[in-house]
């Protein structure tokens, strides 16, 4: 007999919830009201559970899980599967271990459906937004092969690259943000509450201000305006609204132009060829198809322009043309990755010259970096010093013209 959960009042002020058994909704409504009770709301069980389920998942497919998060995910399941426990006693320890709220929802998932019949690859695939096509990819390869436990274990070592290779970014642009933040904080404070309290005192002097203090004078009373900041906001806010409406174009206006400062291509050569090749080579041994490899390898890149050259990959190949040859014909191929490919397709070991040249690239991609770090960080603080260093100028020179003058 089904269950129903209801909400009902009991008198002009009390509500009553709980449930009760009954062959239907109408029957319900029935015993409700011989208990005295008017219903307020009265629904199956199990289609509420069913309801929160759905509203569950939903949430769970729409939230991200960080790098870190899966890393460590990726590196329990490779322990207790090494340690031949069983897939759904794994899952269920993993879904106990985890404190991520999203994970845990999605690991149960993957339990029910590998419960009812599915493969743990074909479990992963319903969720895209957590597993890559490479993770699923890897997974099943592992499944194939009787090796899930080490496929595991090269999938935590991708993600902790993956998250090690953001870490390093994101430190090496900590401090000279930090710098531009203060400075620009400062540079607020001395031109909105400092110069203007000094320009009645300049007034005062009566002669003809020099001209960087009068310049200093006219941005210090602009920026006093409340006009000015109202404006200020509302440009940020219709810029956001320019970015957010043309995302597509703006994202590739920006690596447009990352691939034309010198340095800054350097790296996104490096970091996104990097990525690449650690992907394509770790498809490779265990393995999967070249071609089918290189469709699940090339979306592993982020930038725009350069997943757009390495598209050009797969129809080289199909017509019999070795991958470094292809490779070759790409504007964003450098020579190290085209030779070391083709030695390594010389010697039968495809797949391990590109983790080599993914390792390579890394090392590479990390050094430049912390060079181009050490860089800003003096620039940065030029560059701040410089402009509070005019302002100061232009507030002293009125006095030493002053001094002068009286002596």
Request: glycine share 8%; net charge positive; charged share 15%.
């Amino acid at each position: 007999m089904p269950t129903f959960s209801y909400v009902a009042k009991r008198g002009p002020e009390e509500i009553v919830e709980g449930q009760l058994e009954a062959d239907s909704r109408t029957t319900a409504l029935n015993q409700l009201t011989q208990l005295g009770y008017v219903p307020v709301r009265i629904v199956e069980a199990a289609a509420e559970a069913a309801a929160v389920g759905r509203r569950r998942s939903a949430a769970a497919r729409r939230a991200s899980v960080p790098w870190r998060t899966l890393h460590l995910f990726t590196r329990q399941f490779a322990s207790l599967t090494r340690s031949q426990i069983p897939l759904l006693r794994a899952l269920s320890i993993l879904q106990q271990q985890t404190s991520h709220a999203a994970l845990r929802t999605i690991v149960g998932q993957i339990a029910e459906d590998v419960r009812q019949g599915s493969t743990l690859s074909e479990a992963l695939a319903k969720h895209p937004r957590i597993f890559s096509p490479l993770y699923v990819s890897l997974t099943r390869a592992g499944e194939a092969g009787g090796m899930l436990d080490t496929v595991l274990d090269r999938l935590a070592a991708q993600a902790q690259q993956e998250s090690s290779m953001r870490a390093k970014i994101q430190g090496a642009m900590v401090y000279p943000c930090v710098v531009g933040v203060v400075g620009l904080i400062t540079v607020i404070v001395l031109m909105t509450f400092v110069v203007p309290r000094l320009d009645k005192l300049f007034t005062t002097l009566g002669s003809q201000l020099p001209l960087p203090t009068r310049l200093l004078l006219g941005v210090a009373g602009v920026m006093s305006q409340p006009w000015f900041w109202v404006g200020a906001l509302i440009l940020v806010v219709l810029l956001g609204g320019v970015v957010r409406l043309f995302t597509e174009p703006c994202a590739r206006a920006v690596d447009r132009l990352s691939l034309r400062l010198p340095g800054i291509k350097t790296v996104m050569q490096q970091l996104e060829l990097g990525r690449f090749a650690r992907a394509f080579g770790l498809l490779l041994e265990h393995g999967v198809p070249v071609l089918q490899a290189m469709d699940i390898a090339i979306p592993t890149v982020r930038h725009r322009l350069i997943r757009q050259e390495l598209l050009r990959l797969p129809k080289g190949v199909q017509q019999g043309t070795p991958v470094s040859a292809c490779m070759k014909e790409l504007s964003v191929a450098t020579p190290f990755i085209v030779n070391t490919l083709a030695v390594g397709e010389q010697g039968g070991r495809l797949s391990e010259a590109l983790v080599e040249v993914a390792n390579f690239y890394d090392e590479e991609t990390e050094r430049l970096l912390q060079t181009m770090a050490t860089l800003l960080e003096p620039l940065m603080i030029l560059a701040v010093g410089g402009v509070v260093g005019f302002i100061v100028a232009a507030v002293l020179l009125p006095i030493f013209q002053m001094s002068s003058a009286i002596r």
